[in-house]
């Protein structure tokens, strides 16, 4: 098992998606560093649109991961309702 | 009897659909639409003169539909994230020159590291761009090209960010100055922009595994992390924003070169093997650039942020192995020679350091010896080895220049034909012995540094015949002149500013000056 | 009162690079775009030929027949570097968005005659193709180009004309009620339907043109004027004619885009062209040739649209307006 991983800026804007990101993967670790957070997690990472919009009361888009997005590691997958990475082996 | 009122009753059906409720598409199906639709299959020019590019390198593509756009960026998007992403940063660089953030540094050392970046990175950036927009060119299916377009455009952007930011520097610093000029002719510069050069004038399947895949997925941690982490460490906030902004492309990169290949290797059996080759050739030639990183995380960063040893542990083992684990179902190995950095790793910096010591008069930023805490760092670090094989060589060189003979080396060195370093790396299993390696091709020998830049050479011995190599270059007079003060006006290096130890150094009295300039201010 | 700040002057040592001082004259103060632009391509010292062209260096100024004595001498008079094209584009988006909103939440284009609604299906939307075609040309300008005052600014042309592409592609949404029906009749039309072949043929004829600044006078400057001529000005007008101001509307951006655009083509041509006798010749044949068979190639789409009279005279006025822009330009 490998882990996948992203990487946000830990500013105020990036505060929704990686509590939103904490919530839903209970198996992540996650690592803060000058300016930025670490997210590992074995096998997969989902991300839910709808989790996020929760966390910063607005409408959200998924695209809008691009402002707060630092790194990843991991094929990406992505649609309307969810941005998830993971490994194929 | 509706058939009688054709035309009217086809308005009236395009009315109603118009007028529906509509429904809302889905961003996969928006982007397939806005992007993929727009390719049409040339007829009146063959596809094969409008791409001329694609066939030459062997890579078979039986389907282009095939490949999976990673971000389904749209233009509209494209534009509004990336104006906000500078407007933040743009924010931040002109409050670092109204405050004068230069002075918040941990220490005017630190500057010679954005002296080698913005040499030896930035104009590389700038040919990235270049590279990125020749595959937007060639290949001839949407997703793939409109993806590297993005890239082209964001790789802009690197170079121009860098420019903007490390500008402030320049106003107050030396060896920045020209550091468009520099970077094609100042000798260990070569060593990246040979490295770009190559990767451009490949062809455009190459280009995205050589830039794509093996630069931007499995290398660029190693370049951009310990560059902006050893900002963030030492004082300089423009720095880390322009990093940190820079990075979420690199995101999108990464993931793009992953697809990309992953494209290439499904479309036919016949493709791995040449990608294989592609791998194995541009691991090699990446981390020998790196190279030039591993001597800035050890020695020129005044705090140090992890040895380059650390960084090799985390970016390559720990991510690199997750990778290629993935890429093993399509017959894909981890590259050749990848055992040789762990048995170099203990010593790459330091030789590296060494020769840039020796050659301190020829450089475009300053040298210094560790001091005796960074010798305990470097122990600490690289285990009793570094101890018994280099502290020795430092404390000899600091003892010469006591005795006011300090050690400039005034032969000027072999250099690799392929990475263009100077043959002073040691073999893997005898860190004692300089390596020699050669090829004799059409009757001439070529030297090179190590096996992996040896067997690059033998796979294409036709390209690399034609390095400009620095040395060489200065001996058929190609560069301003037989002595070395012509060599450096060539180079664009202000003598006695630019180049020599820190010690002594215009940029010293210039730190020196501000410090003082905060003692008045705190008394 | 008086607030005490306790300010140390730091004098700069310099103001800019040394390349960017050379060509302002000494060293003062650079604008941002000059920072970004001047001297950014290498033009020395490559080290290997291209794979795929091994008869040309890297970059090579013999890509053209043009001679510059100096390619910095095409500068783009918006000074546009990355971060403010971006900032100017994504502010033109909005306005578009917000432009489309409009049109979507009102039902403008409820209230268009669905005659010339088909129209407008008919003669905008396999233009997305065209635009698609404009972006690969600017994509070879980027790759084969020399010097970074051309390529940056043909690099944000490419951007431009995939969004230009993406605009008519989402106006094509619309015009098929959120459903690509209409995208995919405009593909077919712009593939098989005879009064676009013409068109067609001579955009796939661009992307075999080797010499690199006759691509940039065949698509940024001679077809530009023709195609965008007529939707912009004449195609626009008639739908304001027919009630069908949502169109113009819905086309606000692209026409803003055409205007900005025409400024940095305008400026590279007239410098270019001024530089001596030999690229005015050649600048001044492309300009003419390439605009003549745009005229021919375009003429059927304008018939279908304008009628035989209203086409002929449309395509009479942009000829026309194209000579006098040659003129401008000191063209021959």
Redesign the interface.
Known sequence: MSNVSITLHNNDEARGLIAAIQKDNPNSVSHVYPGMVKIDCPDRIVIFRESVELEIGRSWTVNEIHLSLISLAGNVDEDDDYFAIHWNH | MRMMII??F???I??E????V????SLK??YR???R?????????PMG??F??VG?EGIKIRNWDDFNDPFRL???A???F???K??K??AVLDSFSQN?GQ?AITDGRYVNTLKLFLTGIS?DE??A??GF??V??QIPN?GL??SA??Q??DE??H???Q??TI?QY?????G??????M???VWYL?VP??FF??A?????FEYMVAIGFSFEYVLTNLLFVPFMSGAAYNGDMATVTFGFSAQSDEARHMTLGLEAIKFILEQHEDNVPIVQHWIDKWFWRGYRVLTLVAMMMDFMLPRRIMSWKDAWDIYFNDAGGALFGDLARYGITLPKYVDVPAKEVNRLSTEAWSIFYQYTHAAAFHTWLPTDQEMDWLSASYGPDWDRLYRPRFLHWRQMEKEGHRYYNNALPQLCQVCQIPMAFTEPDDPTRVAFRDTVYRGERYHFCSDGCKNIFDHEPE??V???LPVH?IFQGNCGGASLDQVLDWY?IEKGVDNMDYAGSPDER?WKE?EA?RG??AG | MTIDI?T?V?Q????????VADRLGGDRAAS?YE??TF??????????????APQFE??DRRRTAIVMRDWYDLKDPRQY???TY??A???Q??A??SAMEMV?RR?L??VI???W??TVRFCLLPL??YE?GA??NN??I???GWG?AL??AS??A??DR??M???L??IG????????TA??AA?TR??EDPAWQGL??MV??S??TEDIFELFVAQNMAMDAMVLGLVHDHFGAECDRRGATAIPLLLGFAAEWREDNARWVDHVVRVAAAEGPENRALISRWAADWSARAADALAPVATHVLGTAGGARAMEDLGGRFAERMVRLGLA
């Open positions: 035309l009217p086809i308005g009236i395009e009315r659909t118009t007028m529906n509509q429904k809302k598409i199906d928006r639409i806005l992007t639709g727009l390719d049409w299959e040339t007829s009146y020019q003169k409008v001329p590019d030459f749209t233009m509209d494209y534009w509004r990336q104006a906000e500078e407007r940063l743009y004068n002075t104009p700038y040919m761009h270049r927009a020749h937007g060119r949407a090209r409109i377009q993005m082209a455009l802009l952007r170079a121009q960010t420019i903007h500008g320049n106003k107050h610093f030396s920045l100055h020209s550091f468009r000029r970077h094609d002719r070569s922009k040979s050069d190559d451009v004038t490949a062809g455009p390209k690399y034609q390095a400009w270059q664009g210039t501000w300039m008045r201010v | 306790k140390q730091i700069p040592k310099r103001q800019t690079f040394k390349h941002r920072e970004a001297d950014l391509q290498p033009d020395v010292n490559f080290h290997y030929r291209p794979l795929w890297q970059f570097y990355y971060a971006n900032i584009r994504a502010r988006q909005e578009a968005d979507e039902r284009l409820d005659p669905a005659d609604l088909e997305r193709h698609w972006n690969l994509a070879a980027t790759a084969f970074a390529t940056a690099c944000f490419m951007g995939l969004g592409a993406q605009l592609g989402r949404l619309l015009l098929g009620g959120n459903t690509e995208l995919i593909k712009w593939v067609r043929r796939e004829d992307f075999v």
